[in-house]
């Protein structure tokens, strides 16, 4: 009987063939070993707290704890509210409308300006008349209880169709603010729910106008209207012109005539000088009052302020107001030089996954959310912050609740009027050390004011010691803060 010989290294071949593919799929489950880990990991709950999430950092003070972390119940922010019993001076109702693809408050957009005297109680009762995922209104810039902060998720509800929510606190502080829906907030906000919302003094702060600027459909308005928007002023005579920054990226502001930077944010430059031939930059969600005398023009980038008749449009001018250095020192009233908490606010960028989604995600000290910083702090605490930026890009960050001061940038201490922000540009390889006093107790989103961001995970929370939110997000609650 005849047998086919079988080559001798045929064996040998078969046993190499084998050993190589099972090398093979090794190597390919240690790379999506992990990487199947970092999905599962980040894929979110039906529902979740933000008082639970994070990484609680106690900055470097007496340990704290989160409300929460360790299973304890907290102070509620339901409890961080104006009492009912306390009167109303100004009263206003705002019924938020989807039309089309914009959004209006009272049929109009941007919505109403509110105007209130310094400590008058504020009453604003918000209706959704048919906004299918829910409103809510968040006071930008005024530091509100906690409980009136209008953060879907962290200090309410949203409010669904049908359904209202009111908002009462104190206009404590004079300035120049605005409020804008924080559900679903790119979309929303780029949509058109937003108005302004000014505090001035028992006096009254004489000639003034307020220039709200949107991007609507790729043009630059002020106060809704595209191009330019007229002041009626005599010859001679000061105009202060509070200029709104409502868009996710830095805007400039400048004039061909001297113009004095009065305040930022909300508060009152010390000491300021006339200025020509510099801008002044405004960063997202941030607010400038500038003063000038008519007649003249205000350029805004596709859109101007004419006072008084105006003059010619003037060509964007090179430098930018140094608020570092502009103005005169003033006292701070706390020492930032012996803080009670210390913290890092980084932000990078990397591959991975939030919430399930692959992409190149934002970082803060590192980690990817949720696993963020929850900077903790205590009543009366003096916090400094250092904010750094190796993302690539340029951040408008926003503390609720807060205003903070600069104290340098780059290492290179401010020498000028103290410059009070809640809303601080911070470009790619730059860093800021800010401080604050911890003076108003609650749960508070300190996050990038380029809306779309957030949503990519550019968000922390400032949390106060024995304070906790009955409030969830997720999907399976109706409620996206982002």
């Known amino acids: ?90 009263t206003v109702t705002l019924v938020a409308r989807a039309e089309g693809a914009r959004y209006t408050l009272n049929g109009q957009s941007p919505g109403p300006e509110i105007r209130a005297v310094a400590g008058q109680v504020v009453a604003v009762r918000l209706v959704n008349a048919d906004v299918a995922r829910g409103v809510t209104l968040h006071w930008h810039g005024v ?39 924080h559900q679903v907030a790119d979309e929303q906000v780029k949509g058109g729910l937003f108005g302004s919302f000014v505090v001035v003094p028992p006096g009254g702060v004489g000639a003034e106008a307020t220039a ?14 595209p191009g330019d928007v007229a002041v009626p002023a005599a010859p001679g005579s000061t105009v202060r012109v509070r200029v709104t920054n409502t868009d996710d990226g830095p805007m400039r502001a400048w004039s061909a005539a001297p113009v004095r930077l009065l305040a930022v944010d909300g508060t009152d430059v010390h000491a300021p000088t006339p200025v020509t031939g510099a801008a002044v930059a405004i960063t997202a969600g941030g607010r400038a009052d500038l003063e000038v005398t008519a007649p003249a023009r205000i ?14 449009p003037a060509p964007v001018p090179g430098p930018a107001v140094d ?21 890092d606010y ?63 940038r780059n290492g290179v201490p401010s020498t000028g009027s103290p410059w009070w922000v809640d809303s601080l540009d911070v470009p790619d390889g730059t860093t800021y050390d800010v401080a604050f006093v911890a003076d108003n107790p609650g749960v508070w989103m300190d996050h990038c004011h380029n809306l779309a961001h957030p949503k990519q995970g550019l968000v922390a929370h400032l949390m106060y010691e024995g304070v906790t939110t009955p409030y969830r997000a997720g999907p399976d609650t109706p409620n996206d803060p982002e």
């Not at 409010?159 to 209202?164: K, T």
């Open 1 to 90: 009987m005849l047998t086919e010989a079988r080559p001798a290294a045929a064996a040998p071949r078969d046993r190499r063939t084998r050993r190589r593919t099972a090398v093979a799929i090794l190597a390919t489950l240690a790379v999506l070993a992990p990487v199947a880990w970092f999905w599962a990991a980040s894929l979110p709950a039906g529902s979740w707290s933000v008082a639970t999430i994070g990484v609680p950092d106690d900055g470097g003070g007496p340990p704290l704890m989160a409300a929460g972390h360790d299973g304890t119940a907290g102070r509620s922010v339901d409890t961080l509210r104006l009492p009912d019993s306390v009167p109303a001076d100004v």
């Open 212 to 225: 709200l600027v949107h991007l609507f459909d790729g043009r630059r308005t002020v106060n809704g209207t």
């Open 346 to 408: 980084a932000i990078g960028r990397r591959p991975g996954f939030v919430a399930g989604v692959p992409g190149l995600y934002w970082t803060i000290n590192g980690g990817m959310y949720p696993d963020v910083p929850m900077f903790m702090v205590r009543e009366g605490d003096v916090v400094r912050m250092r904010i750094s930026n190796t993302s690539g890009e340029v951040h408008p960050m926003h503390l609720h609740g807060h205003h903070a001061v600069v104290l340098a």
């Open 143 to 181: 530091d509100v209880p906690n409980g009136e902060d209008g953060v879907a998720g962290v200090t309410q509800d949203a409010v669904l169709p049908g359904g209202e929510f009111t908002y009462r606190f104190r206009a404590g502080q004079v300035g120049t603010y605005w409020y804008h829906s």
């Open 299 to 312: 350029e805004l980038g596709g859109a101007a302020v004419v006072v008084g008749g105006g003059g010619a």
């Open 323 to 343: 608020l570092l250095s502009y103005g005169a020192p003033a006292p701070l009233g706390f020492d930032p030089t012996t803080p009670n908490r210390v913290f």
